[in-house]
């Protein structure tokens, strides 16, 4: 309901625990909602997909599947609805339904898309506007630990501000650089909104993994440039210097020092995070001559370029999102999931601590071929269960590696267990 009508919930008595789990198996519910067509539509996957219709149904799901944890998150442009000003009807329904199942929720407070009222990510006003939205949920959800305040940094601004797509669709870097420093400050200044409320709060950064490929000599600069440029906001965000050449890319592209120095500050924050990665067939891009790319398929894979994030940041990681569409033979999203969980494995057995797995998402989606710049309603095949909540081979499988892997990684895990004291 609107704050106005209805008081905040007491805070819990108790918390979600995973004792004993050690390893976060996950799905999520798709929300993406950017804006096309100069912000005349909204892609709402959530109303596309049919979770509004069927959420009761959905949350049911995850449980048959045997995932403990959910990437969730209401709304943003639904509940916000001016600054300091929400309603969370629909909220407080879903999250009371999660509680209960005991489904531990990674909130999603901001999924490629912003309330009308703010209008794209060139709007200064959108980082304070953002934490005060953060800081609500956290005072609202008190038991809710697990965050991702803003999803995929990266390609929020990549597919508003350099290619085009969504939201504001600008093609400049002046542009792109403000959609970075926006999208980033907010997603800094939540975290510390939250940690007031929510001093042990942890935060997964559910961020694209990239790798550019040269094609050719002539490719080579741009290359270097764009595998510096994949790093940017996940360097601010953590507090991380920035390469010379990007360090002039910022400046000479509308960063101040000051702007450069926020984030500076940001790396107390890391004892807080996870670095979660997604990471798609299209991850993986070759780059020509002229500097355009194109994907380039899977060349490297999960685990190598993931070894590199890790090496570059030091966190601990999470597999937090990966899907392939269900193609003619029936076996290709089973054949990517088992790709996707050897390459994990392979990572944790080479020693880097990764904490958990998702296949995102529960449901087929509508339109991501396109990647939601055109409405036309095509179903994408790559959820566990189809868009009548019918499970998929994929989701078979999934459930099949949840039940056989479980009790292997809660003896030989990193030892997470929720709730985690900061």
Known sequence: MLDALSPAPKAALSLHALAGQGFLFATGI?????????????RDQMAECGHYDHWRQDFALVKELGCDVLRYGPQIHATLRAP???DWSFADEGFAELRRLGIVPVVDLCHFGLPDFLGDFQNPDFPEIFADYARAFALRFPWVQLYTPVNEMFITAVFSAKYGWWNEQRRDDRSYVTAIKHIVRANVLAMHAILEVR????FIQSESTEHFHPECPAALPHAEHRNAERFLTLDLNYGRR?????????????????EYHFFQRGS????????GNDW???????????????????VFGYDTVTRDYHARYGLPVMHTETNMDEGPRGDEAERWLWKQWSGLMRLRRDGV???GFTWYSLTDQIDWNHALREQRGDVNPRGLYDLDRNIRTVGRAYRRLIETWKPVLRADSHCLTLPVSA
């Open 199 to 202: 001093p042990d709060a942890i």
């Open 84 to 86: 300091g000003r929400h």
């Open 30 to 42: 798709e929300n993406s909602a950017p804006t096309i067509q100069g912000g005349r539509i909204r």
């Open 242 to 258: 920035v390469c010379s050449a990007m360090y002039e890319y910022l400046m000479d592209n509308g960063m101040t020092r000051d």
């Open 268 to 275: 107390a924050l890391r004892r807080h995070c996870i670095m």
């Open 353 to 355: 601590p990764v904490l």
């Open 280 to 298: 798609y067939v299209t991850n993986e891009h070759l780059i020509a001559g002229d500097g355009h790319s194109r994907w380039a398929g899977e």
